[in-house]
């Protein structure tokens, strides 16, 4: 009988255009997302929200195949992570806002686990994100009758693998091109500036992953012509993490750009729907000559490697 379980933990995507409203009830739901204190006053705008976005966020999962990339990619991860690790390890995933959700996930797992190891696909650690994704499953486990030890992981993005899968992807997009001509943006996802102002540490993260990045490409030789850090998936009037996204292509002088989507782990909508599409219009727009974007890691072998190290440290 396995005695241990590794479980990466996602937000979720819609597996078709049905789930999309059911992906965002449960995201604005969430008071990780939605923090103000009366939870009346959450239903409320949460609900407002859902109504405002529904149909314009079906049209974006539409113009994708009709679901998020998110979870095809997750369960080929897991797969591959499956046969990296000892066989009498499960590995398995759970989402927040779709299926497969954490509840489902212990239901299927053995009574005798001794440790559930969590690692949420997240590089860098927010409350709107990891914390929100960790206390879920920790909920879930309390009111199951599965007793095993759960340990786990706030954040990963110093993990030298982990770094080597990114630039991989960065080698791959450009295909063999001049680094020098081009300018690159790391694109993290954005956040709301009063949750920053209220403690939580992802944007420290996020800069100094871009400047370990950025060492680490001048180091393999890979010398852009400059980096840049901006963030993308703005959503309402109040003050968010700048610069935007869009600001920063405004900005640019050189014509030039390859985009990778430094929060992501896993393509989704805001990487190949946002980056890839949306972006790429106002870029187009601005005159820009060549406007590349590098996938996430995905179900690369150097990620699973990483992954491995991580699981092999937290035990």
Do not use: C
């Amino acid at each position: 009988m396995k005695k241990e379980a590794i479980i990466l933990l996602n937000m979720g995507g819609p597996n078709n255009l049905e789930e999309v409203e059911l992906f965002l009830k449960n995201m604005f739901a969430d008071e990780n997302i939605l923090t103000m204190k009366s939870s009346l006053l959450r239903k409320f705008i949460g609900s407002m929200i859902v109504f405002n976005r529904v149909e314009a966020a079906q049209e974006t999962y539409r113009a994708l195949g009709g679901k998020s990339p998110l979870v095809g990619y997750t369960k080929e991860l897991v797969e591959k992570l499956q046969k990296e690790v000892p066989n009498d390890v499960i590995v398995d995933f759970a989402m927040r806002y779709t299926p497969p959700f954490a509840q489902d996930v212990i239901k299927k797992l053995p009574q005798d686990l001794e440790h559930i190891y969590l690692i949420p696909l997240y590089p860098h650690y927010s409350t709107t994100t990891t914390k929100s994704s960790l206390e879920d499953f920790e909920k879930k486990h309390f009111f199951s009758k599965n007793e095993a030890v759960l340990v786990e992981i706030k954040h990963f993005f110093e993990n030298k693998t982990y770094n080597e899968a990114i630039i991989q992807r960065i080698e791959e997009v450009m295909q063999g091109e001049r680094y020098e001509e081009y300018d690159i943006i790391f694109s993290a996802h954005g956040l709301p500036q009063k949750i920053v102002d209220s403690g939580d540490v992802y944007q420290k993260h996020i800069v100094k992953h871009t400047t370990i990045l950025e060492k680490r490409l001048k180091q393999k030789g890979i010398n852009f012509s400059s980096t840049h850090l901006a963030y993308q998936s703005r959503l309402g009037p109040m003050k968010w993490l700048e610069p935007s996204l869009e600001q920063k292509l405004q900005e640019l002088r050189n014509k030039n750009v390859v985009i990778f989507p430094l929060a992501f782990t896993i393509d989704n909508s805001e990487t190949e729907y946002e980056l890839h599409i949306e972006y790429k219009e106002i870029a187009q727009k601005l005159g820009f000559k060549n406007y590349k974007v590098a996938k996430a890691p995905n179900d690369s072998e150097l990620f699973v490697k990483a992954l491995v190290e991580i699981y092999q440290k937290m035990r």
